[in-house]
Nanobody, 122 residues
Framework: QVQLVESGGGLVQPGGSLRLSCAAS????????MAWYRQAPGKQRELVAQ???????NVADSVMSRYTISIDNAKNTVYLQMNNLKPEDTAVYYC????????????????WGQGTQVTVSS
């Protein structure tokens, strides 16, 4: 199995910055995709940004000019740098990983982190 440890959330004023981290560990053979989703109260979970092991990224239009996603393949860790944060960015941010497991063939398994709260408020 795979364990995801998220960190970096918290309370920040509008215009501030935060950096989220998500480290994957466990019986990992390889990771193909790491991503961040968010869910605000009363809203559906939405994709914020994703990155492949080759470094290809996809970032939501709503945050493209402010957020940057990156991956450290050696550490099985994904980062989300969030700048110029706005109150509407307030949400629980979830890490999402797609991985192949040791001894489990070529099937790719999805995993979710427990979520980290990001609150943007003055």
């Amino acid at each position: 199995q795979v364990q995801l440890v998220e960190s970096g959330g918290g309370l920040v004023q509008p215009g501030g910055s935060l950096r989220l981290s998500c480290a994957a560990s466990g019986s990992i053979f390889s990771i193909s995709t790491m991503a961040w989703y968010r869910q605000a109260p009363g809203k559906q979970r939405e994709l914020v940004a994703q990155v492949t092991s080759t470094g290809r990224t996809n970032v939501a239009d709503s945050v493209m000019s402010r957020y940057t996603i990156s991956i450290d393949n050696a550490k099985n860790t994904v980062y989300l740098q969030m700048n110029n944060l706005k109150p509407e960015d307030t949400a629980v941010y979830y890490c999402y990983v797609v991985a192949k497991l040791l001894g489990r063939g070529t099937f790719e398994y999805p995993y979710w982190g427990q979520g980290t709260q990001v609150t943007v408020s003055s």
